[in-house]
């Protein structure tokens, strides 16, 4: 195993779903085999939009911890930990936020994007919470001396804002923090069933990893075929169509270049072309499922996993927390 660490997480807003699975669960299956991986459940960060729903918040930590073991992460090898139950993020959160100026957050291509999709919980002006977020995330990060981070491009700011952070802190307190770096690896973006760019709980567009088989076919048959396929034997273009878009994710390449071929000469019906995407997602989901069904039925073993890898990863960030005290010169009751 290399000596990197890794950290990587999820904000427990819903279940997991297969644009998390394509875009970030495989390649965490992949690196725990390569990096020492801690995953957090940043359910103080899901609270900076969701302060007024916490059972929201709550409710869904044991559905992603199940989602992230059904898809094949082993708790042996990473450490999982609830984000809330460590302290000291929030206290590096609060050093870290000297060294951060509101117009540098203000003008983080991430915050900006999600501050205007998120218009409808923040009307006008967003919260001090929320726009603080990077800070959150830079504590996150240094906590635990994470030198890895797997992001995708949209959220390379993010990385970007917490290496300015761990500059400013080393420059000005001394060389006490690591600089992490953003890992691209494989992490795709997968879009929704409606062809919008982004897959979501809000947009209604996702097909989660717990979905059975009847809440599968309702989506997969309502998904954006070709607009301008009338009759089964007009000639269609698979590149506008969802239903080809998912084949390109779950079926073989066999399966591809006779369902693209076949939909070109309108020798293809749509209802058809979905029935066999529905059993390819089906099969392949079934594993997962029957990994997710075992840990359902034993809700013990899971907060078990989460509190052992809560006390684990606590005692990182308290041996972060001296560090940071003591450059800080903030050790006043400290022998000697
Ligand atoms: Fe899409 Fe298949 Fe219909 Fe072609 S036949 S438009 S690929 S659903």
Same mark, same amino acid.
């Given at each position: 195993?290399?000596?990197?660490?890794?950290?990587?997480?999820?904000?427990?807003?819903? &279940?997991?779903?297969?644009?998390?699975?394509?875009?970030?669960?495989?390649?965490?299956? &992949?690196?725990?085999?390569?990096?020492?991986?801690?995953?957090?459940?940043?359910?103080?960060?899901?609270?900076?939009?969701?302060?007024?729903?916490?059972?929201?918040?709550?409710?869904?930590?044991?559905?992603?911890?199940?989602?992230?073991?059904?898809?094949?992460?082993?708790?042996?090898?990473?450490?999982?930990?609830?984000?809330? !139950?460590?302290?000291? @993020?929030?206290?590096?959160?609060?050093?870290?936020?000297?060294?951060?100026?509101? =117009?540098?957050?203000?003008?983080?291509?991430?915050?900006?994007?999600?501050?205007?999709?998120?218009?409808?919980?923040?009307?006008?002006?967003?919260?001090?919470?929320?726009?603080?977020?990077?800070?959150?995330?830079?504590?996150?990060?240094?906590?635990?001396?994470?030198?890895?981070?797997?992001? +995708?491009?949209?959220?390379?700011?993010?990385?970007?804002?917490?290496?300015?952070?761990?500059?400013?802190?080393?420059?000005?307190?001394?060389?006490?923090?690591?600089?992490?770096? =953003?890992?691209?690896?494989?992490?795709?973006?997968?879009?929704?069933?409606? +062809?919008?760019?982004? !897959?979501?709980?809000?947009?209604?567009?996702?097909?989660?990893?717990?979905?059975?088989?009847?809440?599968?076919?309702?989506?997969?048959?309502? =998904?954006?075929?070709?607009?301008?396929? @009338?009759?089964?034997?007009?000639?269609?273009?698979?590149?506008?169509?969802?239903?080809?878009?998912?084949?390109?994710?779950?079926?073989?390449?066999?399966?591809?270049?006779?369902?693209?071929?076949?939909?070109?000469?309108?020798?293809?019906?749509?209802?058809?072309?979905?029935?066999?995407?529905?059993?390819? @997602?089906?099969?392949?989901?079934?594993?997962?499922?029957? &990994?997710?069904?075992?840990?359902?039925?034993?809700?013990?073993?899971?907060?078990?996993?989460?509190?052992? +890898?809560?006390?684990? =990863?606590? &005692?990182?960030?308290?041996?972060?927390?001296?560090?940071?005290?003591?450059?800080?010169?903030?050790?006043?009751?400290?022998?000697?």
């Amino acid at each position: 195993m290399d000596t990197k660490r890794i950290l990587t997480g999820d904000r427990p807003t819903g &279940k997991l779903h297969i644009g998390h699975y394509f875009g970030s669960l495989q390649n965490r299956v &992949k690196l725990q085999q390569i990096y020492e991986t801690f995953i957090e459940v940043a359910d103080v960060q899901a609270l900076t939009d969701n302060f007024a729903n916490p059972e929201k918040v709550k409710n869904n930590v044991k559905e992603i911890v199940m989602d992230e073991l059904a898809v094949g992460i082993d708790p042996n090898k990473v450490t999982f930990f609830l984000q809330s !139950m460590i302290p000291e @993020i929030a206290e590096l959160t609060v050093f870290y936020s000297n060294l951060v100026t509101i =117009a540098r957050l203000e003008r983080n291509p991430t915050v900006k994007t999600e501050i205007a999709q998120k218009r409808e919980i923040f009307g006008e002006s967003v919260t001090y919470g929320f726009l603080g977020y990077p800070v959150s995330q830079a504590a996150d990060i240094t906590a635990f001396d994470a030198t890895l981070i797997p992001v +995708g491009e949209d959220q390379l700011p993010l990385i970007e804002q917490c290496r300015e952070i761990v500059r400013k802190f080393n420059s000005i307190y001394g060389e006490t923090l690591k600089e992490p770096q =953003a890992y691209l690896g494989e992490n795709k973006r997968i879009k929704g069933l409606d +062809g919008n760019e982004k !897959m979501g709980k809000s947009l209604g567009n996702a097909i989660y990893l717990a979905d059975n088989e009847e809440e599968i076919v309702k989506k997969v048959m309502s =998904a954006i075929t070709d607009p301008n396929r @009338i009759k089964k034997d007009d000639p269609g273009n698979p590149n506008i169509c969802m239903v080809a878009y998912y084949h390109n994710l779950f079926s073989t390449k066999e399966e591809i270049e006779a369902i693209c071929e076949e939909c070109k000469k309108g020798k293809r019906g749509c209802v058809t072309c979905k029935k066999q995407l529905i059993k390819n @997602i089906v099969e392949h989901l079934a594993p997962i499922q029957e &990994k997710r069904h075992y840990y359902e039925e034993r809700p013990k073993l899971v907060k078990e996993i989460l509190i052992e +890898g809560t006390v684990k =990863a606590r &005692k990182e960030a308290k041996i972060t927390m001296e560090k940071v005290k003591n450059a800080m010169k903030l050790d006043y009751f400290k022998e000697g």
